[in-house]
């Protein structure tokens, strides 16, 4: 267990960005509490769930940021992006014009990560000295790395996994935007794909833990 490794545990934040309507607040949702809202509005509230997945033994759990709608103003801030080191790009199948816009999106972190090199790091948080109040430095992981203000192991120079994400796959008879085209952008932008459906839950599990073991692999 994590006790027996010394408390290792790691947390990893994630964004989902993308247009409005395209299913992301319904795809956090599905994953971190398996419950889909076919009215829902623009998020009110909550800023991000966290959903713990195991691997190699290991806790790890994922810091998912949702946007509270004001995508629809394209007025995302970098604060949303600060500290995140994965990021899921979704479009709506059944919509081009979302499809049309992912370029912007990936653009957009192309220059909040390029503004903020040196503070995108990756976090690793021990379990027991959390649970103590403590912030002391303990021999963890064998990596390079540094103690931030708030107590946690910062690592600057980790790349950022990246999966475009097309949504509402269930709606193949209105389809709008072909596999092949999901899949032709996402290699030549040299992004994970996959295509979701927050509704009957058609690979959301996956798409998230795809960026998450992707993270992990990058980190340890
Ligand atoms: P957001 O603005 O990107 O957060 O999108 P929402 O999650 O609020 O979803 C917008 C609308 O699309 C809502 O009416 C949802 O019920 C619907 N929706 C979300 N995901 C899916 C999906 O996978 N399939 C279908 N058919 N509708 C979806
Ligand atoms: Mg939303």
Same mark, same amino acid.
Not at 89 to 107: A, E, P
Not at 130 to 159: I, W
Not at 163 to 169: A, R, S
């Given at each position: 267990?994590?006790?027996?490794?010394?408390?290792?545990?790691?947390?990893?934040?994630? +964004?989902?960005?993308?247009?409005?309507?395209?299913?992301?607040?319904?795809?956090?949702?599905?994953?971190?509490?398996?419950?889909?809202?076919?009215?829902?509005?623009?998020?009110? =509230?909550?800023?991000?769930?966290?959903?713990?997945?195991?691997? &190699? =033994?290991?806790?790890?759990?994922?810091?998912?940021?949702?946007?509270? =709608?004001?995508?629809?103003?394209? *007025? +995302?801030?970098?604060?949303?992006?600060? =500290?995140?080191?994965?990021?899921?790009?979704?479009?709506?199948?059944?919509?081009?014009?979302? %499809?049309?816009?992912?370029?912007?999106?990936? &653009?957009?972190?192309?220059?909040?990560?390029?503004?903020?090199?040196?503070?995108? %790091?990756?976090?690793?948080?021990?379990?027991?000295?959390?649970? @103590?109040?403590?912030?002391?430095?303990?021999?963890?992981?064998?990596?390079?790395?540094?103690?931030?203000?708030?107590?946690?192991? *910062?690592?600057?120079?980790?790349?950022?996994?990246? @999966?475009?994400?097309?949504?509402?796959?269930?709606?193949?008879?209105?389809?709008?935007?072909?596999?092949?085209?999901?899949?032709?952008?996402?290699? *030549?932008?040299?992004?994970?794909? @996959?295509?979701?459906?927050?509704?009957?839950?058609?690979?959301?599990?996956?798409?998230?833990? #795809?960026? #998450?073991?992707?993270?992990?692999?990058?980190?340890?």
């Amino acid at each position: 267990s994590s006790d027996e490794e010394g408390g290792e545990e790691y947390l990893f934040k994630i +964004v989902i960005i993308g247009d409005s309507a395209v299913g992301k607040s319904n795809l956090l949702t599905r994953y971190a509490r398996n419950e889909f809202n076919l009215h829902s509005k623009a998020t009110i =509230g909550v800023e991000f769930q966290t959903q713990s997945m195991e691997i &190699d =033994g290991k806790e790890v759990k994922a810091q998912i940021w949702d946007t509270a =709608g004001q995508e629809r103003f394209r *007025a +995302v801030t970098s604060a949303y992006y600060r =500290g995140s080191v994965g990021a899921l790009i979704v479009y709506d199948i059944s919509r081009r014009t979302t %499809f049309d816009s992912v370029g912007r999106w990936l &653009d957009e972190l192309k220059k909040v990560y390029s503004s903020v090199k040196g503070l995108v %790091f990756w976090l690793v948080v021990v379990r027991s000295e959390v649970a @103590m109040g403590a912030c002391q430095p303990s021999p963890v992981v064998n990596l390079k790395r540094e103690l931030t203000m708030d107590g946690y192991f *910062a690592h600057s120079d980790t790349t950022v996994a990246r @999966m475009l994400v097309g949504n509402k796959c269930d709606l193949e008879n209105i389809r709008d935007v072909s596999v092949e085209e999901g899949k032709s952008l996402a290699e *030549a932008e040299g992004l994970f794909f @996959m295509e979701t459906s927050a509704l009957d839950s058609t690979n959301v599990k996956k798409a998230f833990e #795809i960026v #998450i073991r992707e993270i992990y692999n990058n980190v340890s």
